[in-house]
C-alpha cells in the first residue's frame, strides 16, 4: 500500500529528474575537486568533463526513465487488477447466497442464449459448405406465381438458351432398394446431371465425380456415395471405389465418395447416380420432376439473372405453348431456399432469448445495487481516504466481472447440457440442425456476452457508488445510497423488466394458444388405431404394371385376412405423410385447355379406404370390387374439390377429366361419390382439393409417376395398432423377402410428426417465458424485500404509533407494485407491435388477440403479487423497539 | 599489454551498486564514490555507465527512488535497495564467488 501511494504522489517528469540528478552530481564533484585544490572554474571543467557527452547520456537516461516509468504502471495496473479480482472473489466467497443468486440467474440468461444461439449458428449462420454460396442458385420453374419443378424438355430448353447461369443442372430425388448382405435397404438417392458436381464445386472425398459421358443412356451405371452410407456399408475403406452396388437389382459401380459437410445440400441423399436422360425424355415438356440448380456468373446480378429467366421462359410459351400456359421461370439462393422458412422462427426465439437475457442481467443488476446499499457505509469511508472514483468504480466493476465470468461458464456448462435436449427435442426436417454444436465462434459469443452483462450489471451500481454525498453518508449512519439515484434505476429496472417479460409471455401465450387450436381443429378422419408402413415394389420380377398390381393385391388380401386387423387398405399417398403427388383436372363443361384446370392431391387407393379412415361419405357410393379397369372408370372427390368443380351442382353422375388424357381428348371418370374433406398436410394446413381413384383402374403410366410404391394401412381390431407392425413385414416377406418395409409408424405418430415444428417452438418460447416470468418475480421479490430493509426504522415507528399492518403491508406492495404496472402497461402496447413477427407461426388467433394479452397480464399481476407480499409480510413482524433501537 | 579494469567492470557494476546501498540509502554521485573509495581508485567509475545502470535497476525494481534532501540542502533522487535487490545482491555473490574462483584456480595451473 505505502508502494501504490509512492508511486501516485511521485509526480515529477522525467525529463526534469535526469537534468537534477546530473546538475547535481557534476556539483558535488565539481566541490570535491576543489577541496582537494583545484581551481573552481578548473573543477567545474573537470567534473563537466568526467561526465562525457552530457547531452547524448540525459537523452539515454530520458529513454530509460521512460521505459522504466511504463513498466512500473504496466506492473501497478496489473497488481491492482490482481488486489482487485482478489476482493472481488474474497467477497463472492463470503456472500455463497448472493453469489449463487447472481451466477444463477446469469447462468440461466446466458445457458438459454448460447444454446439457442448454437442453433441459430448451425441452421441459419454457418456458411455452407460450397464455394462463392451467394452464386449457388435455386432455379425454378414457376405456376401461376409459385415455385415448382421442371420437365427434362424445359431444362433443356433453358439450359441451352439461358447464359446468366453457368452450369444450370438439373436433379431429381428417388428412392431406392439397396440389396445388402441380409436385409435389404430403402435408401433416398439424387440423380443429377454431370454439371450438377460443378455448380457446387466441392471435390470428392475420395474417387471421382461422374463425367458427361456417363451422363449418357446406356453408360450410366455409376455411383457416387454419401459419406454416411460409405461409412455404414463399406466401413469408410478406400477400396469402396470399384465395388458393385446394387440399386433396385442393377448394378453400379462405385466410383467416388462425397465429403460429410455435402449432406445439408443433398437432403441426406446417399447416392448420387447420372440421371442419363433419354431423346424421348428430353422431348418431354410435361412432367415437373425436376430441380434445378445453377452457379449464376460473377460478372452478372442476381436481378439480370432472373430478368433473363423470364425472357427465356417467355420464348418456352411461345414454342411449347400447350404444356407452359401460365409458366415461367425464376431463381434465388440456394442456401436462403433452404434456410428460409426457419430464419424467421428462429430470429424470433433469438429475440425472446435475448429478453431473457437483458431480464437476468437486470436481476444480477438489482442484487447488485442492494448489496451496495448495504455495503455504502464501507465504500464511503474508502472513498474518504482517498480512492478514487476511478478505483471504486474499478473495484466494482471487477466484482460484477467475477460474478459474471462465473455465471457465464455455468451459463456455457448449463448450455453444453442443454443443446443436446434441444436437438432431440427438434422435430425432423430441420436442416443442419445436426452439425449445432457449442463450437469455438459459439463459445466466443457466449464470453461476449458475460463481460457485456458484467459491464451492463457493472456500470449501473458503480454509477451510484460514486454519485453520492459522502458526507450525508457518513454523517447519518443510515444508507444512503437510497438517496435518489439507486431507488429511480431499480424502479426503471423494474418497469423494464415487466414490459419484456410481458412481450415474451404474450408470444409464447399466442403459440400456446395455437397449440391448442390446432390440437381441436377436425381432421377429418381418425388417425387412432392405424398403422401405415410404405413398402415399393422393385426389381426384375416387377417390371410389368400387371406383375405390380397382382403382387399389392394379394398383400392387401393377406393382411385383411391377418388376426388382429380389422381392415385393411392400400393409399399411393396417405395423409400426413408429406408427399404432394397432384395432377391437373378438368370438370365437364369447362373448355378443355391449361385455364380451366384444377390442381388436385392424387389418391389411388383400395375399396376399403374410406372404412379404414372412417372418412365419412357425403354422397353417393364408395368403391367397390367391381371397379375394375374393364368397368366405368370412376372417381371420387372431396367437398372441396366438388365446390370447386360443380359449385352448388350436385357432383354425382357428372365427369372429370384426369389422369391419362392427350391435349384435346380428354379421359373422363364419373364421379360416384363425395367424401368429407381431409387435413392431408398436417391440422395448420387448410383442405386441399383431393381426389380418389380405385386402384385397380389406375393407368399403366400412374405405376411409374408414384414408383411402384404404396402405402399399406391396416386398422387394429383392438388395442396399439404399432403390434401389427411384424404382421406387415411377414406380408411383405412372403411376398419378396428382399423386399424393404420403411417407414411403419402409426397414423397417431405421423400426425404428432405433423405439428412437431409448432411443438418445438411453442416449447422452446414457453420455457423461456416460463423463466423470464420466475426471473421477474425474482426481481420484484428482491425489490421489497429491499424497500423493507431500507424503511425497517420509518415502519417500526409507525407501527410503534399505532398503524395497523395490513395498512403498512398494503404501503410497501403499492410502492413496489407501482413501476412494474407502468411497465407492464408499455410492454402490452410493445407486445402488440411485436406480434406481428409471429404471424406465420400463429393458428387462428391474432397477433394482438386482446383475451391472450388480457389473461397474459392478469398472470403477471397475480405472480408479482405474490413476490411482493412474502417480503412484505416480514414487514409486519418488525418490532418496533428493536428497530427505534437500533436506530 | 596490460588490460582496462573497466572491462572486468562490466556486468559487475550493478553488484556493486547494490552492494553500497546496503549501507542505506544514497544519492547517484555518492555511490560512485563509495565504489571508488571500495576499490582505492583502481579505476573511476563513469557517469556514462553509472546512472544509466541505477536506471535499469529501477526498471526491473532492484532499486527504487525516492526524493531526500542532499548535503547541499537541495532536493535529490536517493536511491534505495528493495526485497529484490537484496535478493539479487545475496544470488550475485554467491555467483562471482563461484565464477573468481573457478578462474583464479584456471590461472593458477601451471
Known sequence: ?????????????????????????????????????MEPAAARAEAERRLGDRAALAKRLQHLGEERDRARRRAQWLSDLRLDLGVAIRHARRNPGFTAGVVLTLALGLGATTSIFSVVHAVVLAPFPYAAPER??????????????????????????????????????????????????????????????????????????????????????????????????????????????????????????????FASITDEASVILPIAFTPERLAMYDEHYLEMYGRRRPDVSQAQVNDELARVAADLRRDHPEQN??????????????????????????LAVSMVLVIACGNAAHLLLARLAARSRELSIRAALGAGRGRIVRQVLAESLVLALLGGIAGVVAAWWALPALIAAAPDGVPRLADASLNGRVLFVAVLLAIASAVIVGVLPSWSATNRNLRQDLGDGKGTVSGTLVPWLRQALIAAQAAIVVIVLAGAALLIRSAINLQEVPLGFDTTGVLRARVGLQGDRFRSSEAVKNAFASL?????????????????????????????????????????????????????????????????REFAAADLRSAPLVMI???????????????????????????????????????????????????????????AQIPEVAWSWINNTLDVMVRAAEGD??????????????????????????????????????????????????????????????????????????????MALGAAPSRVVRQVVAHGLRPFVVGLLSGVAAAMATGRLLQGQLFMVGPRDPATLMVVVAVLLVVAALAALVPARRATRIDPAQALHEA | MSRDPVDYLHGTLETLILKTLTRGPNHGYAIARWIEDAIDDAFPVEEGSLYPALYRMEKKAWVEAEWGTSELGRRVKLYRLTREGRRQLASDTVAWAAFSTAITRVLARG
Open chain 1, 1 to 37: 500500500m505505502k508502494k501504490l501511494l509512492r508511486s501516485w504522489l511521485w509526480h515529477v517528469p522525467v525529463d526534469r529528474e535526469v537534468q537534477e540528478e546530473l546538475a547535481h552530481h557534476t556539483e558535488l564533484r565539481a566541490r570535491e575537486l576543489a577541496e582537494q585544490g
Open chain 1, 136 to 261: 449457388v442458385l435455386s432455379v425454378y420453374t414457376t405456376w401461376k406465381g409459385s415455385n415448382g419443378g421442371t420437365s427434362a424438355g424445359n431444362f433443356d430448353y433453358l439450359r441451352q438458351r439461358v447464359t446468366t447461369i453457368a452450369p444450370l443442372s438439373a436433379a431429381a430425388f428417388s428412392s431406392f432398394n439397396l440389396a445388402g448382405d441380409d436385409q435389404p435397404e430403402r435408401i433416398l438417392g439424387l440423380r443429377a446431371t454431370a454439371s450438377w458436381f460443378d455448380v457446387f464445386e466441392i471435390p470428392p472425398l475420395i474417387g471421382r465425380t461422374f463425367t458427361a459421358t456417363e451422363d449418357q443412356p446406356g453408360h450410366e451405371h455409376v455411383a457416387v456415395l454419401s459419406h454416411g452410407l460409405w461409412k455404414r456399408r463399406f466401413g469408410g475403406r478406400a477400396d469402396a471405389i470399384g465395388a458393385t452396388l446394387r440399386l433396385n437389382n442393377e448394378p453400379y459401380t462405385v466410383i467416388g465418395v462425397m465429403p460429410p459437410a
Open chain 1, 325 to 350: 400456359v401460365d409458366r415461367s421461370a425464376t431463381s434465388e439462393r440456394l442456401d436462403e431456399a433452404i434456410v428460409g422458412d426457419f430464419r424467421l422462427r428462429l430470429v424470433v426465439l433469438l
Open chain 1, 556 to 620: 392387401e388380401a393377406r393382411l385383411s385376412a391377418s388376426p388382429g386387423v380389422s381392415v385393411s387398405a392400400l393409399d399411393s399417398q396417405a395423409p400426413l405423410v408429406g408427399s404432394n403427388g397432384s395432377n391437373g383436372l378438368i370438370p365437364e363443361g369447362r373448355p378443355i385447355d391449361m385455364a380451366s384446370i384444377i390442381n388436385s392431391r392424387s389418391h389411388f387407393v383400395t375399396p376399403g379406404y374410406f372404412r379404414l379412415l372412417r372418412q365419412p361419405l357425403r354422397a353417393g
Open chain 1, 637 to 695: 372427390i372431396n367437398e372441396t374439390l366438388a365446390r370447386q368443380a360443380f359449385g352448388t351442382l350436385d357432383p354425382i353422375g357428372r365427369r372429370i377429366s384426369c389422369c391419362e388424357g392427350k391435349p384435346g381428348e380428354p379421359s373422363w371418370k364419373i364421379v360416384v361419390g363425395v367424401v368429407g374433406d381431409v387435413r392431408s398436410r398436417g391440422p395448420a394446413q387448410d383442405p386441399l382439393p383431393e381426389f380418389y381413384l380405385p386402384l
Open chain 1, 721 to 798: 395398432p404399432i403390434a401389427l407392425a411384424g404382421t406387415i413385414r411377414s406380408a411383405v416377406a412372403e411376398l419378396d423377402p428382399t423386399l424393404p418395409v420403411y417407414a411403419i409408424r402409426t397414423m397417431d405418430e405421423g400426425l404428432r410428426r405433423s405439428t412437431a415444428q409448432a411443438r418445438f417452438n411453442t416449447v422452446l418460447m414457453t420455457l423461456l417465458a416460463l423463466t423470464g416470468l420466475i426471473l421477474a418475480a425474482l426481481g420484484i421479490y428482491s425489490l421489497i424485500a429491499w424497500l423493507v430493509a431500507q424503511r425497517t426504522r420509518e415502519i417500526g415507528v409507525r
